[in-house]
């Protein structure tokens, strides 16, 4: 499965779809410990910087290692709740276009070899196809994250303008 493409359709269309979000609405949160639309948007921009990461060294480090990140903590240290609402969004989809695109000029070979990738950085979600352990599989669980995200933002929204 190529998901350069399916990432690069998703983004873009998200992106129309969310350009018209007013800025008020997108920082509302649905309870107080729940991310607001921007907080989840700026937690993607912080997987995609990542991964952009992840995705480049894997294909030239012989000593390859996936590292985490404390996602909270880098949402909060970053202020994405006080941040501009189409700023987060023109740069979640300029990385995502990077991403498709590093994606794209991803070799099979570089897709397909095995990584030491810890048992917590693979899902088991019923819809990835490349093999668990690969770069495929790293680069299209990447796209199933982002397409679960942007369902939170959506009911995020919408329990903002009701």
């Not at 700026?42 to 996602?71: C, K, M, P, T």
């Not at 695109?101 to 979600?125: A, C, H, V, Y």
Request: charged share 25%; net charge negative.
């Amino acid at each position: 499965m190529r998901t350069d493409y399916n990432l690069r359709e998703i983004t873009l269309q998200a992106f129309e779809e969310l350009l018209m979000v007013d800025d008020k609405d997108a920082a509302v949160k649905p309870a107080p410990n729940k991310w607001s639309a921007k907080e989840i948007l700026g937690h993607l921009i912080d997987s995609a910087s990542n991964n952009h990461g992840r995705f480049v060294r894997a294909q030239h480090e012989e000593e390859f290692q996936i590292l985490g990140y404390q996602q909270n903590e880098w949402v909060n240290i970053q202020g994405y709740q006080d941040q501009e609402w189409q700023d987060l969004l023109i740069m979640w989809r300029q990385f995502n276009l990077l991403l498709s695109n590093l994606m794209f000029n991803t070799p099979p070979s570089f897709r397909e070899q095995k990584l030491s990738i810890p048992d917590s950085f693979l899902p088991s979600g019923p819809d990835l196809k490349e093999e668990p352990g690969t770069l495929g599989y790293l680069m299209e669980d990447y796209v199933v994250h982002l397409k679960k995200h942007l369902g939170q933002i959506r009911v995020a929204l919408s329990s903002a303008t009701e």
